[in-house]
């Protein structure tokens, strides 16, 4: 069965500092990967994919995240960090063990992140 | 583009009771997903529904349900409300996620449903 392990459930960093968040995921087949973002009272915001090629990828608001298969890793990073930043960072798995294609996405617990200004 | 829209936001039943919850996706998107939110269990996948038929199914049981419309919308509805189904019910919208590759999911801010 797919999973996904965001090992960091609070994370705290200065505006301005480097971020890295991780994810570690188990999947059966060729995965997708995404990270999402979650406001107070908002719902979930893509901010990147990885489907194939490049293992680094960008996404919006500065933010990417590299795959890396062997590690079974999927990390998010942003070299300087906002203090809107501060959100619920998701990551999830999804992909082709899903019969009949469909969106079927597994998520992580999350990652909660805090800026201090 | 208008976004994906659930309504309502906010509701509080009793257990018991039984609450059916509404999803309208963005034009276009035949693919609607619900996720159920807690604290404690994160994002846990309850349906999908595509062309108006259920295409994946999560590990929930019989209570949770849902339906699609011709025009997309959805409904899900949670029978014989129990204490520990009090959450944040989001539905996502997305095309159609052929072939095995998932397609970007847009989230609404979901519905908070609280059991007493």
């Known amino acids: 069965a797919q999973s996904v392990t965001q090992p960091d459930i609070h994370i705290t960093v200065s505006e301005g500092a480097s971020l890295e968040l991780r994810c570690n995921y188990s999947y059966g087949a060729t995965p997708y990967l995404f990270w999402y973002v979650q406001s107070p009272g908002q719902g979930l915001q893509l901010l990147l994919k990885?489907?194939?090629?490049?293992?680094l990828v960008q996404g919006i608001k500065g933010f990417e995240a590299e795959f890396k298969r062997s590690q079974s890793s999927f990390n998010l990073r942003k070299p300087s960090v906002h203090w809107s930043d501060a959100a619920e960072y998701f990551c999830?798995?999804?992909?082709?063990?899903?019969?009949?294609?469909?969106?079927?996405?597994?998520f992580g617990t999350g990652t909660q992140l805090k800026v201090e200004l | 583009k208008a976004g994906v829209t659930q309504t309502p936001r906010y509701l509080i039943k009793t257990r018991g009771q039984q609450v059916t919850l509404s999803c309208s996706p963005i034009?276009?998107?035949?693919?609607v997903s619900w996720y159920q939110q807690t604290p404690g269990q994160g994002l846990q996948f309850l349906f999908e529904?595509?062309?108006?038929?259920?295409?994946n199914k999560g590990n929930f049981p019989g209570r949770f349900s849902g339906r699609q419309f011709s025009n997309s919308r959805s409904e899900m509805n949670v029978s014989t409300l129990e204490l520990g189904d009090s959450a944040l019910y989001l539905c996502a919208s997305s095309l159609e996620g052929l072939a095995g590759i998932p397609g970007e999911l847009f989230f609404g801010e979901g519905s908070r449903l609280t059991v007493l």
């Open positions: 529904y595509f062309s108006e038929t259920q295409r």
């Open positions: 034009s276009g998107h035949r693919s």
């Open positions: 990885y489907f194939s090629g490049d293992t």
């Open positions: 999830a798995v999804g992909g082709r063990l899903l019969t009949g294609g469909g969106n079927k996405l597994t």
